[in-house]
């Protein structure tokens, strides 16, 4: 009889009921799940081993990239294990008699706020960012205020006593958060693992990126995603990429050795499951 493993903690920022918690649901359905006010306390949480994973958003297919989070990937002390994609559908909730067009203000998290720009500018609702999609929740539930309402997902209206006055509320159908599991230190590849990713810098030459895109390219990688943020020294800067290739770490080895002359200081952030909407 093979032995029982103990339940995992999982960390996420956010309250209960937020994308966060919905994403570290789905991964880890039979763990703890522990959340933290902001980005830095989760990643403290793991340092100090508090957590065993941290489920946290790295991009949205509306707004972009999570630059607190992905910004946190270095020094190299967490790795990325996975990846699972949530489509997001923020709801408009409010207290019961509340009417859509009654509505003044909108709270919700900035990133959830900028999903739905468009809509809120249209309707002349005034945004007001939180910490947090269910922290928002919360404050409308403990404001009962009639012309406020959150931006949020709809599952949490019932456990705080609010209403859905309108549901899909996004600028962009495909609006999707992408988000990365993530572990101490470095780990073992699985032999399904087919996308990775990588941070590097490159030689100030021209045509430096564009030759080490192609020389990606050459050996088999196929980069969907870069990303290029402030590196330790000012004015210079570190590329992100993620890249699918052969599974295992046979494909990765494929990829990366012998080392690009086209690169420096290149490090590897996690190769782990490409995911995909079911």
Do not use: C
């Not at 989070?69 to 990846?83: A, F, K, Q």
């Not at 559908?89 to 203000?105: C, D, F, I, M, S």
């Not at 600028?171 to 988000?179: L, S």
Request: glycine share 8%; charged share 20%.
């Amino acid at each position: 009889m093979s032995p029982t493993l103990a339940p995992m903690r999982i960390g996420f920022q956010g309250e209960p009921y937020s994308y966060s918690d919905q994403a570290s649901s789905e991964v880890f359905p039979d763990d703890e799940r522990l959340g933290f006010a902001s980005f830095v306390a989760a990643f403290d949480a793991l340092r100090d081993a508090k957590v065993d994973r941290l489920v946290l958003p790295i991009e949205n297919s509306t707004t972009g990239s999570v630059l607190p989070v992905l910004d946190r990937l270095l020094p190299g002390n967490v790795y990325v294990t996975g990846e699972h994609l949530v489509e997001v559908r923020h709801a408009l909730l409010a207290v019961p008699g509340a009417t859509e067009a009654g509505l003044k203000t909108v709270r919700s998290h900035p990133e959830a706020l900028s999903q739905a720009e468009g809509f809120l500018t249209h309707h002349g609702l005034m945004p007001i960012p939180t910490h947090d999609t269910a922290g928002a929740v919360r404050q409308v539930a403990e404001h009962r205020d009639p012309t406020e309402a959150a931006l949020a997902p709809e599952r949490a209206a019932e456990p705080h006593g609010l209403v859905a006055l309108r549901t899909g509320v996004i600028d962009r159908a495909h609006n999707t958060t992408r988000f990365f599991v993530l572990a101490p230190g470095r780990q073992q590849i699985p032999d399904d693992a087919d996308k990775t990713t990588v941070s590097f810098v490159t030689s100030h030459h021209p045509g430096a990126l564009a030759l080490a895109l192609t020389e990606f390219g050459l050996r088999g990688a196929n980069l969907t995603r870069i990303e290029s943020r402030p590196s330790e020294a000012a004015w210079n800067y570190r590329f992100y990429v993620d890249f699918r290739h052969q599974p295992g770490e046979a494909g990765l080895k494929a990829v990366l050795d012998p080392p690009m002359a086209t690169l420096a200081d290149l490090r590897v952030l996690g190769t782990y499951v490409a995911a995909g909407l079911a």
